[in-house]
């Protein structure tokens, strides 16, 4: 017998090495966690139990999720979104629940009595194959670059609506278990009883809630900010729980009425660890449910389940959005991305396990489906350009009207900048070259913001510069320099690399957020990079020392000096347990602090002698009491020397052990 203690040290060690090993894929860890899930449970090795303890973390997890989705409602983006969002999210979640009812009809009146399909379940079926994953398609969109593009909004909108459908469904679903003769009084009191609910905490909370924040904040506490969090969070969840409805439910209320407060970003930074740790151990328990073997048995059912579903779900969204006005181009993208499961799909699917509405032979079969179709989404991604190629016949003429429109607007242009990207930067740049009568031809993904520039006369297109056609039709060959005005290191390495194999002697400028990738994106052949901390730290230098009497030339001199050395003197800060450099993905130079005490072994020995360049840092500085000795090959460390290294955290680590030892 397995004890509490053992079972969840199971459950997270497994999650350590799922997620390891998915994030070394690229694919989602949600994933991983399904992965290991059905590795690790009953119906495979056996060496977890789906057992209270499980369950218990399990529910959590949805609790801490709904509480996140809730902290994320915001009622201007719904309005500014409301036709996407209600017209066409409300249209996909309800024919999808409708076709799945329907597709149930009619596979009944062909099976016998034992194998039939109610309405009930073959609602709640709907529901949860109604739902797509928020998490793959955000991450694809985000790494694509095109959040702000036209199919961007519609699936994000879609998503939206999703996310609210979630609410009643969960109202629902456990309702529709009972009997047939008590299921309309069920429903009823279901209802009654959670707009009682959510009068008494979303007018009664609301009133409540900013000051009780505003008074738990005056104490300074952090630790005393995070159980307050945690009590209205499950304090909420136990209320609904109470009144006979989902822990979930309440859950999502207690982040909307956060969501009204000002600590709402302090929030959602301090119950992240919480949601996506006790979200982890939710899916491992629905892997846990699989019984690979009965799948592997029925394996062409499976791919059924899977390829059904995928293409009635894909050819739903694209015709609906196509509908509602769009491109056959933006259609078919739309329901590429949104065709898989989601995550809420899961929670739906297991609250209709619980209450018994499907046979587990079905339901086993259903949750490989989803879980596969989850693994394929991401490839169907980056294949989509191809797919709508292939699909729509005039998808092609439309990307080359496109061409046309940017290559017609600088046909005439010689020595012209291109601007990558039209957001706030973009269009500062946009205003000051207009000021020089420069000519610029600009290029953005985003259409309601070049239809509002276009109109006020901006030279700036529908385009993507990581594409070379974009690129030789906003003429490329006949540019004086190109600029790369947002701070993506991946896009600007793309557009690079474009620019290298097409115009290799064209400059090229590219925006940075800091100096993590400095080095990378020279290398990659950008004439100046600008990272904005740096600069913002040069500007804020500069307006002190002047304020302080220092002459504007020799202040002038000073900022020209530290961008003609690539900014080495300000490299590297040192690093605070809050700060957001710590993400281990990224390479951060930071700066290090090492005290030389009686036992250092560098004591004695020159900087050379260390060769601490051999591991990747340096010595920026040496300080000798109240001294500042200058850094050179011969210098000799002293006794209570401190020695300040620069480099990597690793490279900091390895170096500091050089040193000591």
């Given amino acids: 017998m397995v004890s ?8 997270l060690g497994s999650a350590v090495l799922g997620v390891v090993a998915f994030r070394s894929l690229h694919l989602p860890p949600m994933l991983g966690y399904l992965a290991v899930g059905i590795l690790i449970g009953p119906h495979a090795l056996g060496l977890a139990e789906n057992n209270d303890t499980t369950h218990t973390l399990a529910e959590f997890g949805v609790v801490f999720l709904m509480f996140s989705i809730g902290l994320e409602f915001s009622l201007a983006q719904l309005m500014a979104m409301r036709r996407v969002v209600f017209g066409l999210g409300t249209a996909q979640v309800v024919l999808t629940i409708a076709s799945t009812m329907i597709f149930g009809w009619l596979l009944s009146t062909q099976l016998p009595p034992a194998y039939q399909v109610s309405w009930q379940a073959a609602f709640a079926l709907g529901g949860a194959l109604a739902m797509s994953s928020t998490a793959i398609a955000v991450k694809m969109l985000t790494e694509r670059l095109e959040l702000e593009s036209e199919h961007g909004r519609k699936i994000i909108g879609i998503l939206l609506f999703q996310d609210l459908a979630v609410v009643p469904l969960l109202i629902m679903i456990p309702s529709l278990g009972k009997p047939p003769e008590e299921l309309a009084e069920t429903l009823a009191w279901a209802g009654l009883k959670a707009i009682g609910v959510l009068v008494l905490l979303l007018f009664i909370g609301q009133k409540i809630m900013r000051k009780w924040f505003t008074l738990v904040v005056k104490r300074r506490s952090q630790e005393l900010f995070m159980l307050n969090l945690l009590l209205i969070t499950l304090g909420a969840a136990w209320i609904t729980e109470r009144a006979g409805l989902s822990m979930a439910l309440g859950a999502f209320v207690a982040g909307m009425l956060i969501s009204e407060t000002q600590y709402k970003h302090q929030v959602e930074e301090d119950i992240k660890p919480f949601r996506d740790v006790l979200l982890g151990l939710f899916f491992i328990t629905v892997g846990m449910l699989l019984n690979v073997q009965l799948v592997i048995a029925h394996w062409w059912l499976v791919l059924i389940l899977l390829c059904g579903p995928v293409l009635v779900k894909f050819a739903l969204i694209a015709a609906l959005t196509k509908l509602f006005g769009s491109s056959d181009g933006v259609s078919i993208r739309t329901g590429l991305a949104l065709a898989q499961a989601g995550e809420f799909g899961f929670v739906l699917l297991t609250l209709t396990s619980g209450a018994n509405l499907i046979d587990p032979f079905i339901i086993q079969l259903v949750l490989a489906s989803m879980v596969l179709s989850m693994l394929v989404a991401p490839f169907l991604f980056e294949k989509s350009d191809r797919i709508v190629m292939k699909l729509s016949s005039n998808e092609w003429m439309l990307q080359s009207l496109q061409l046309t429109q940017i290559a017609s607007r600088t046909m005439a242009a010689q020595k012209h900048v291109i601007i990558a990207g039209f957001g706030r930067s973009g269009q500062s740049l946009a205003t000051l070259l207009s000021d020089e009568k420069i000519a610029y031809q600009a290029l953005d993904l985003d ?29 490329l060959y006949r540019a004086s320099a190109l600029v790369i005005t947002y701070a993506d290191t991946a896009s600007a390495l793309r557009v690079l690399h474009l620019v290298h194999e097409l115009a290799p002697a064209l400059p090229v400028i590219v925006r940075s957020y800091d100096d993590t990738d400095l080095d990378l994106l020279k290398k990659a ?56 450099g710590d993400d281990p ?74 040193l000591l030892h």
Avoid at 448 to 475: F, H, P, T, W
């Fill in 4 to 11: 509490g203690l053992e079972q969840t040290l199971l459950l």
């Fill in 447 to 475: 259409p309601e913001r070049i239809q509002e520039a276009q109109a006020a006369g901006a030279s700036v297109s529908y385009g993507d510069a990581g594409r070379k056609e974009s690129l030789v039709a906003a003429g």
């Fill in 585 to 658: 993905e990224h390479t951060y130079v930071r700066l290090h602090s090492v005290i030389l005490r009686d036992d250092a072994g560098a004591i004695g020995k020159r900087v050379e002698e260390l060769e601490l360049h051999e591991v990747g840092a340096e010595v920026t500085t040496i300080r000798r009491g109240k001294d500042r000795v200058e850094v050179k090959p011969r210098t000799e460390f002293k006794m209570g020397d401190v020695v300040v290294l620069r480099g990597s955290a690793d490279a900091v680590d390895r170096a500091e052990s050089r």
């Fill in 525 to 580: 052949g950008a004439a100046e990079v600008v990272p904005e901390a740096l600069e913002g730290s040069l500007m804020l230098a500069s307006h002190a020392m002047v304020m302080m009497g220092v002459p504007l030339r020799r202040v002038v001199h000073r900022v020209q000096l530290a961008r003609d050395e690539r900014y080495a003197s300000l490299r590297g800060f040192f690093h605070g347990a809050g700060d957001a």
